[in-house]
């Protein structure tokens, strides 16, 4: 790319803040945003368009083509210096990957014990590609290898200590911190997708991170075998994720 917009994907698993994150840089005077622009394209190559709540919204109001997504929007002119694309990372299929050279590519987990038990009120017996473990350890992997050291981000941290958290992600990715990220006001934004319906009612009731709190509930016995899959993933990111204190 030989323009200077910062092309920043957030490449995520479901269930975690992402959304927040997505509004958090949509307070910024520099930057635009974007929810999850290769959802269609994910959907209409993974059985995941059976059973995903939406899915035909999404095949009908979004661009199936993956590759034209990254060429157009995610490569393409942008109105603003940032462009920030909430990703999540199981989305990241069936495409040419070398686009990721041309992105400042950021990775956000979340432990398993607590993002587990909320998506499968969304989605009955969940499995490893659709939690997307594994695809973000092999995507820093493959980042790795294109010579890049990606940021990586624990949902918990950030909840923590967002100023501090945040301030060091925009360190890293070579923009400046704006305290205006940690602030929002309630209720959905223009860019959400169509399945916000689903999926976004706490953060419309948010107007910023809210403070950490360990889940209560007990993990239900179902989703014991895919936590044992999770668990070794989300503990190789944890590791390194930017920390609070």
Not at 122 to 132: C, K, M, Y
Not at 211 to 216: D, Q, R, V
Request: glycine share 4%.
């Amino acid at each position: 790319m030989n323009d200077k917009t910062v092309r920043i994907c957030l490449w995520s698993g479901p269930r975690n803040i992402s959304t927040a994150l997505m509004y958090s840089f949509a307070q910024r005077d520099d930057t635009i945003v974007y929810d999850e622009p290769l959802y269609a394209h994910y959907l209409v190559r993974t059985p995941a368009l059976a059973y995903h709540p939406g899915a035909e919204d999404v095949l009908t109001e979004m661009e199936n083509d993956g590759e034209k997504v990254v060429r157009d929007l995610i490569l393409g002119p942008q109105p603003k210096p940032v462009a920030f694309f909430k990703q999540m990372t199981h989305h990241l299929i069936e495409l040419d990957p070398t686009f990721l050279r041309a992105t400042v590519n950021v990775l956000l987990t979340r432990d398993p014990v607590e993002m587990l038990p909320s998506y499968a009120k969304q989605i009955q017996a969940p499995t490893l590609q659709d939690v997307g473990y594994q695809a973000h350890v092999e995507l820093l992997e493959r980042l790795h290898s294109m010579g890049q050291e990606p940021p990586v981000l624990d949902s918990r941290q950030i909840l923590l200590n967002p100023a501090k958290v945040l301030g060091e992600l925009c360190r890293r990715i070579g923009i400046s911190f704006q305290e205006a990220m940690l602030r929002w006001e309630a209720g959905p934004r223009p860019e959400d997708g169509s399945w916000a319906r689903y999926w976004y009612h706490a953060v419309h009731r948010s107007t910023g991170f809210a403070p950490y709190a360990p889940k209560s509930a007990s993990f239900p016995a179902s989703l014991e075998p895919l936590l044992a899959e999770c668990t070794p993933y989300y503990e190789q990111l944890s590791a390194i994720a930017i920390k609070a204190d």
